[in-house]
Nanobody, 135 residues
Framework: QVQLVESGGGSVQAGGSLTLSCVGT????????IGWFRQVGGKEREGVAQ???????RYADSVKGRFTISRVNVNNTVLLQMNNLKPDDTATYYC?????????????????????????????WGQGTNVTVSS
């Protein structure tokens, strides 16, 4: 069973920075994607950034150039560095994992075909961490 735990949320002023951390425990066999998503109230969960097996990344247009997702192998940790935060970034941020079903295609993985910002394709989710950005 895979478990994900997020941390690092908080309150900052616009222009500030935060780094979110997602630590994964349990057994992850094969290839996988890790994604960060965010949600405001009852709105649909939005994909923010994803990282795949070959560390290829994908970002929402709204965060490109400001957010960076990275994977640190120690403790199976994925970070989301958020710079130049804006009030519109205020949300609950979730870490999610998708186990890529076989057969695995290296070409598809490198193209980012597996790690798309579609919440329904991610089976494992953390409890969320709140980010508040004030103007």
């Amino acid at each position: 069973q895979v478990q994900l735990v997020e941390s690092g949320g908080g309150s900052v002023q616009a222009g500030g920075s935060l780094t979110l951390s997602c630590v994964g425990t349990g057994v992850i066999d094969g290839k996988f994607c890790i994604g960060w998503f965010r949600q405001v109230g009852g709105k649909e969960r939005e994909g923010v950034a994803q990282i795949g097996t070959y560390r290829n990344t994908r970002y929402a247009d709204s965060v490109k150039g400001r957010f960076t997702i990275s994977r640190v192998n120690v403790n199976n940790t994925v970070l989301l560095q958020m710079n130049n935060l804006k009030p519109d970034d205020t949300a609950t941020y979730y870490c999610a994992a998708r186990i890529i079903p076989p057969p695995f295609s290296a070409g598809a993985a490198k193209n980012g075909d597996y790690c798309k910002p579609v919440p329904g394709t991610y089976a494992y989710w953390g409890q969320g961490t709140n980010v508040t950005v004030s103007s």
